[in-house]
């Protein structure tokens, strides 16, 4: 079958790029899987279980970059409990072991310890690029010992992570010899920062394009340090609170309007709303805008600033914006793609986000493919009419606050708004639902979803028949979540080779029994079916007839985990 | 995959639908039309730990009432989802933000005592109802039939028959104007409109 020598399939295979495209290759004929896999650099594991260490570095001798994700979504949600797993340190140990060339490392939703960050900057010469998203366990004193050893550092970036600040001084362990640095992102640390360090930091960094700071940071601050990387492309601002000496807010003004290059904004950990017009002279040109942690700011406020954003693609705002706010963004940003609307703690004040808000946005932004959208109600209605406006969804996410709200106008459930957003947006490849939604939504998600590959589903359905539709309907699912609904046995059991097409299944507080995830376990020795106890006593084996309250199972070639603590059987 | 075989096991009340917390065996229903009533509040149930309830949309109150009381807000683990990180930091703010108000935190009113010299009783202002200097001191001003001229950050209020000076949390009496009015309106106790000569002295500090 190969007309070409190895050389020139190499060649032609490093123009591939994409996971899904490499491992399509990869399945071709032996000489291409063989060719293709010493080749490969960068791998993508979903399930952090699903594979061993060794098994991978077996396969890919080549391996530079490797992302990994541990935790299901739902530990997001603290329906995990603490200690599950997804110890990063074996890898990182494995890889070492290995002589891996490691390169980049992309972690989700993983325990990363101090010492698993020490070894990291120590095992791996050419290291490059640290991104932790969700992650928990480490302290400032594994970023110190990232921050000094390694010498070729060019990113490191830390989103949403549970950080203990031991109060070290991290930044000071950047060397003076330290100038590679292109992207440094440490906004979720809570502790203090020098911030004398961190300008000198930036002055030598000539390459720094993206800079995202902690609310520790302070105007005057951030003002000399922006002052320093007009080069920037990405912002994120610590603190913007106003100081006494209005001279302070005035060069900050100066310096935005020097910033020709920033196109993402985010941060404003600590704002006084009347701050933000120090960021005006940039906003014309901004592609990305974050404002979801911006607690405080009036609607009034928010619409002010985004009448500016005209170039926005991606927004992410508060519901304090309002209906009126998000039918501006409607009328300003007609580029916008990606929007996520979160709910602020602002219980019972009249500026939130309903259906109107949603439908105006659909009517000014076709170009949208990505929502998540937190609001206080939504119609069928309104679904419909968005699933007219935007057939280009790939990735639709509501959750309605009062989680099994029916339609306020008619008191049916949202089967027929959702059904005609899945009936409407054949790329849909992501999907999670909310409201009161019978079995109907899940006939028609099975028949119309021909791209979903993950689904989360609350309080919702009727039977084990909801269930059903959407195992025999979607085939390219690969990921389902599914929490407080009443399906059982019938609907677990009914088509069990299904999981091992896909990556896992999340079941808690459904109907589903001990028992039957013991046959579920028999029959597929290539699944690990893990069931949680968290209130029986480690030692006591639970009745077959007991429901599970969470049980998680995933496809493996790992076999059982060795890691699990007490109170997960992995049957 | 015969469900009949392990059928004839099942306890049927184990499997049956019910509506509640785990452990608990006094709610039942059966068609989500029932559902959909037993979760939402309506005014003549009472409040219980049932479902996913957000009990500010069934409210007893008018909707429209802004400050209506609100019921104890049912709380289910992990709804709405919001990362946990979010919702911790959202929590830690609203607690830094509580701390600073004068009142137990709902920030609904923020009455302050208003002297002015020679007046022979004082006023009272809600300050939450104003967002601004400007909106504040032309209320002042009305009130108290005065005039506190122009603000400048290095004269204060110089040239003007009254200007408006504040004792803040420390016990300090500053000039109002000087510091972002979000952070004025947290350590303000109390109002006191002095005599322009007064304010000078403050003001060439």
Redesign the interface.
Same mark, same amino acid.
């Given at each position: 079958m190969n007309y070409f020598p190895d050389e020139v399939i190499e060649h032609i295979f490093e123009y591939v790029g994409s996971h899904r495209d490499r491992n399509a290759l990869s399945l071709v004929c032996r000489s291409w899987y063989r060719i293709e896999r010493c080749t490969r650099e960068k791998v993508f594991i979903g399930n952090c279980y699903s594979i061993t260490p060794e098994r991978l570095i077996q396969r890919f001798p080549s391996l530079k970059s490797l992302t990994l994700k541990g935790k299901p979504h739902f530990a997001d949600f603290s329906l995990v409990p603490h200690g599950w797993g997804g110890f990063v340190y074996p890898w990182i140990e494995a890889l070492a072991k290995g002589k891996v060339g490691l390169e980049e490392l992309r972690l989700k939703r993983m325990v990363v310890s101090d010492e698993s960050l020490e070894l990291l900057s120590r095992a791996f010469p050419n290291f490059k690029s640290l991104v932790l998203v969700s992650c928990e366990e480490f302290t400032t004193d594994g970023l110190a010992a990232i921050a000094a050893n390694c010498k070729r550092l060019r990113e490191l970036d830390l989103q949403e992570n549970e950080v203990d600040d031991h109060k070290g001084q991290w930044l000071s362990c950047f060397p003076d010899s330290c100038t590679s640095l292109v992207s440094l992102n440490f906004a979720c640390l809570k502790g203090e920062i020098n911030t004398g360090v961190l300008e000198r930091l930036v002055a030598r960094s000539p390459n720094l394009k993206s800079l995202r700071l902690n609310r520790s940071v302070p105007l005057d601050a951030l003002q000399r340090i922006v002052a320093r990387a007009p080069q920037l492309v990405d912002l994120g601002v610590g603190s913007l609170v106003h100081d006494p000496a209005m001279e302070t807010f005035a060069k900050l003004m100066t310096t935005m309007n020097k910033c020709k290059s920033i196109t993402s904004l985010s941060g404003f950990l600590e704002v006084t709303p009347r701050c933000l017009t120090a960021m005006y002279p940039i906003l014309p040109k901004l592609t990305s805008l974050n404002l979801s942690y911006a607690a405080g700011i009036p609607g009034s406020d928010l619409i002010k600033l985004i009448r500016h954003c005209k170039k926005l693609q991606r927004l992410w705002i508060m519901d304090s914006i309002g209906d009126k706010g998000l039918g501006v963004v409607a009328n300003t940003c007609k580029e916008l793609q990606e929007l996520r609307v979160f709910p602020s703690d602002n219980i019972g004040q009249h500026a939130a986000v309903t259906e109107k808000g949603l439908v105006a946005i659909s009517m000014g932004c076709p170009k949208l493919h990505s929502l998540l959208y937190f609001c206080h109600q939504m119609t069928n209605a309104a679904l419909i009419t968005v699933a007219k406006n935007c057939p280009n969804f790939i990735r639709f996410r509501l959750a309605i606050l009062d989680a099994t709200k029916p339609d306020p106008d008619t008191n049916q459930p949202l089967d027929e708004g959702f059904g005609a957003i899945v009936q409407s947006c054949r790329r849909l490849r992501r999907l999670s639902l909310s409201g009161q939604l019978t079995d109907k939504v899940f006939l028609y998600i099975g028949m119309y979803a021909e791209q979903l590959e993950m689904l989360s589903i609350a309080f919702a359905g009727e039977s084990d028949k909801g269930m059903l539709y959407v195992l025999n309907g979607c085939k390219k699912l690969r990921k389902l979540e599914i929490r407080d609904c009443p399906f059982g046995n019938t609907a677990l059991l009914t088509d069990v080779g299904k999981y091992e097409t896909m990556r896992s299944l999340w079941m808690s507080s459904c109907e589903v029994t001990v028992g039957a995830c013991k046959v579920l376990a028999m029959k597929m020795p290539r699944l690990n079916v893990e069931i949680f106890n968290e209130n029986e006593p480690a030692d006591c084996e639970p009745d077959d007839v007991q429901k599970v309250e969470k049980m998680y199972l995933y496809r493996t070639l790992a076999g059982k985990r060795k890691d699990a603590p007490e109170y997960v059987w992995t049957l | 995959?015969e469900?009949s075989i392990?059928q004839s096991?099942?306890?049927l009340e184990?499997?049956e639908?019910r509506l509640g917390l785990?452990g608990r065996t006094n709610n039942k229903r059966s068609s989500?039309e029932d559902?959909?009533m037993s979760?939402?509040i309506s005014k003549n149930s009472s409040v219980d730990s049932s479902?996913?309830?957000?009990a500010? =949309?069934h409210d007893d109150d008018d909707d429209d009432h +802004?400050n &209506?009381v +609100?019921p104890a807000?049912v709380q289910?683990?992990?709804?709405?989802? @919001?990362? &946990?990180?979010?919702r911790n &930091?959202?929590?830690q +703010?609203?607690q830094k933000?509580d701390e600073h108000n004068n009142n137990n935190g709902d920030g609904s009113a923020m009455y302050v005592k208003v002297s002015m010299a020679g007046a022979p009783y004082l006023r009272k202002i809600d300050l939450n109802i104003y967002?601004s200097y400007s909106q504040l001191l032309n209320a002042l001003q009305n009130l108290f039939k005065c005039s506190f001229g122009e603000y400048s950050?290095r004269e204060g209020y110089n040239g003007s028959e009254y200007a408006p000076t504040y004792e803040d949390k420390d016990g300090d009496w500053m000039l109002v104007g =000087? @510091?972002?009015? =979000?952070?004025f309106t947290c350590s303000c106790k109390r109002l006191r409109i002095v005599k322009g000569s007064e304010a000078k002295g403050l003001a060439s500090l």
């Open positions: - | 995959m469900p392990y096991e099942l306890n184990a499997t639908l785990p989500p559902r959909s979760i939402s479902g996913p309830s957000n500010t =949309d +802004q &209506s +609100q807000k289910v683990v992990g709804w709405p989802p @919001v990362r &946990s990180f979010r &930091s959202m929590q +703010q609203k933000k967002n950050e =000087d @510091v972002p009015w =979000d952070m």
